[in-house]
């Protein structure tokens, strides 16, 4: 199994900067991809915002992509501390939510216990 905690979350002012992290343990070299998600106040679905496969390709939602189509968000990972980061740059009030890590590995997957980022005007 794999299990992930999120840290990072905090209060920021629109066109703030955060970084959120995603450590993972259990049987890491299991994990096919990781992907943070976000729910918004007051919705029930969680919301994709960037995923990682484990070969290093990264995909992102088309809410946290600024203009000419450059994201707000980076997702990035560091091997040597099992921990994927989710980069947050350029904050919008919209962008307010909690933060999901979740892992996939063959068959299963986590989810953290979220993390909130709140973002105001």
């Known amino acids: 199994q794999v299990q992930v905690v999120e840290s990072g979350g905090g209060l920021v002012q629109a066109g703030g900067s955060l970084r959120l992290s995603c450590a993972a343990s259990?049987?890491?070299?299991?994990?096919?991809?990781m992907g943070w998600y976000r729910q918004a106040p007051g919705k029930q679905q969680r919301e994709l915002v960037a995923?990682?496969?484990?070969?290093?390709?990264?995909?992102?939602?088309?809410?946290v992509k600024g203009r000419f189509t450059i994201s707000r968000f980076t997702i990035s990972r560091d091997n040597a501390k099992n921990t994927m980061y989710l980069q947050m740059n350029s904050l919008k009030p919209e962008d307010t939510g909690v933060y999901y890590c979740?892992?996939?590995?063959?068959?299963?997957?986590?989810w953290g216990q979220g993390t909130q980022v709140t973002v105001s005007t």
């Open positions: 979740r892992a996939w590995y063959p068959g299963f997957e986590s």
């Open positions: 259990g049987n890491i070299f299991s994990i096919v991809a």
């Open positions: 995923t990682m496969t484990s070969g290093g390709n990264t995909n992102y939602a088309d809410s």
